[in-house]
């Protein structure tokens, strides 16, 4: 339980780990207008626990995996990733630690996804809510993410310590209407005849994000983002 940090620091002392990867951050933009309830605790307190076992133990690396929206302005959870990042990066910051940031789309198998949610709507036949008629969404497999991650920390040795994060390329964007129908041909439903469709609009409003490839960016978000090496 990263929310104990006695628990976090025996674990350290026990296994002496050489690379920290924090993965459960509440990092995807809320879809049905749901609170965001243990963000703070999540995206904090659980990321700093193990942030500072990681510098006492003079780990290697610290490997966030954060989202594409945290460099843009949004909602309660896109903030509170841009604020975790520059502070990891300040706390970091003259240590033996290297921070790597990967940020990517949303995870096709992720349990608390847009895909699960859609889902587990249709499996209990129950009406399909979305926020608008044309609503995209950028869909990454974890097979692909797992390997985009394991791709930054080989690459991050080219980079100076706390230098920038590592971007997915977004791809093309996906229609949430045709995720559902997907979803619904699986299950043998049709829409309109088997399942209604309601709109909603999404907290924050939509975030414009531009299409980049493999890349790096400043902590900043100001500086021009350029290819990164394979």
Do not use: W
Request: aromatic share 8%; glycine share 6%; charged share 20%.
């Amino acid at each position: 339980d990263t929310r104990n940090g006695a628990e976090v620091e025996k674990l350290f002392e026990n296994y002496r780990p050489n690379v920290v990867f924090q993965s459960s951050m509440k990092k995807y933009i809320p879809f049905y207008n749901i609170r965001c309830d243990g963000v703070a605790e999540s995206n904090y307190v659980c990321t700093f626990n193990l942030a500072r076992m990681a510098e006492k133990f003079d780990c290697e690396n610290f490997v966030v995996i954060s989202s594409l929206a945290s460099g843009n302005n949004g909602n309660l959870i896109t903030e509170s990733l841009r604020i975790a990042e520059h502070s990891l990066k300040h706390f970091f910051s003259g240590t033996n630690t290297r921070l790597i940031v990967s940020r990517i789309s949303n995870i096709i198998e992720n349990r608390g996804g847009i895909v699960s949610l859609i889902e587990r709507q249709i499996q209990n036949k129950n009406s399909v809510t979305i926020p608008t008629v044309e609503t995209p969404t950028y869909l990454i497999s974890k097979t692909s993410a797992a390997m985009f991650i394991l791709q930054c920390l080989a690459g991050a040795s080219k980079l100076a310590p706390g230098e920038g994060a590592f971007v997915t390329e977004q791809g093309t964007p996906v229609s949430i209407m045709e995720v559902i129908r997907k979803i619904a041909d699986l299950y043998g439903l049709k829409l309109d005849a088997d399942l209604a469709i309601k709109y909603r609009s999404p907290v924050g409003g939509p975030v414009a994000m531009s299409q980049n490839k493999l890349s790096t960016k400043s902590h900043s978000y100001e500086e021009t983002v350029g290819p990164l090496d394979n």
